[in-house]
């Protein structure tokens, strides 16, 4: 099962600091004038503490026998017989693990001896902002709480029909804060708001009151739906894919530019499916142009995944596995340039090309699939108004059987 621990007082924890600090005594404590304090170890406000205070954990998971994963330094993992017994996630003070039972009983009680433990959660239990509950079969997050936690912004009826005037500095602080924690909402757990709030986000420096409004519908819409996403596949881990749906606009922003995203499903081999990873974001005019960058970005972000997952599953021996990523594009200009041997017109895109046919040659990727746009699941994350029923369904069934 799935656990957490945080670290009580992290930072002064362990780690003797390597340079001279002085600071002041606070003013609790009784201390002779014109004295100061030279510190012993990193506290909290020092521009290296969490560099030090991560260098001090993976210093301990080492002696443990862990294996630092090279992809995300964050991730740490056991094996033993070649087979994976243990996996941990840092986020500084705060762990996310699980394992078998050995890796329980040698590997997280000493941690917790070696450290000052705070809480320590399981089974159902908040990590990150994010609600964590778990059976047997699958884990679902969701982020309920802290939605409904989010605050409108306050504007008067009269204001509402200023649409086009200029925000108030009150006005454009609590914008930002919204548009930030949206956008926190967005890439943990709802892709369907990628949108709505990319375009808030790009146009936050030159903020009217109509963005405040569209921010606050946004927030509406988040409220509205709970998107759980449900994690857990009945095959063997050994056995899976990745599938990798990525898609872009045509000049739909408001300076001629185009959206694209992309998201990524952790497959089995009966299409069960657990999305891994999601983004959208702003390309370029031509419509060629911001189909392939978005394709080259989503296979580099693919291929990223299988790197990761290749090290949890095999540690030392993580290149001799290769772990099949399949990539879908609704454009046939896109498709047929990958696929031709003859170098496509625009000049400023053969190197680009270039990259997913040298992917191709080299397997980091195995294949890239032409679908019918009504079965691309990246739409909603790229243009205004776009259903994202299809995409949600996945979500909520583990089922990529459309």
Known sequence: SCQSIDIKSAFPQKKTIDRDVFVKPPKEVECPPNKLWKLNTTIYGLNDASRSWYLNVKNELIQLGATVCRSDPSVFVWHSDSKLIGILCTHVDDFLFGGTQFFIENIITPLKQTFTIGTECCTAFKYLGLNITQS??????????YINSLEYIKISNTRKMEKQDPVSDEEFDSLRTLIGQLGWVTGQTRPDLAFDVGQLSSSVNHSKVEHILKANKVLTKAKAENVPIRLGLPGSIYDFR??????????????????????????DNINNCSPIMWKSLKTVKSAMAAETLIQVEAAEASFWLANLLNEILYAQNSNAHSIEIECFTDNHQLYDSVWSIRPIQDRRLRMEVAILREMLDKKEITKINWIDKHNQLADCLTKNGASSEKLISTFKTKSLKF
Request: with cysteine; charged share 20%.
């Open 242 to 267: 990745f599938a990798c749906y990525n898609d872009s606009s045509l000049g739909n922003l408001k300076d001629g530019g185009s959206q694209g995203g992309f998201v990524i499903y952790l497959v």
């Open 136 to 145: 047997r079969k699958e884990i679902v997050l969701d982020q309920v709480d």
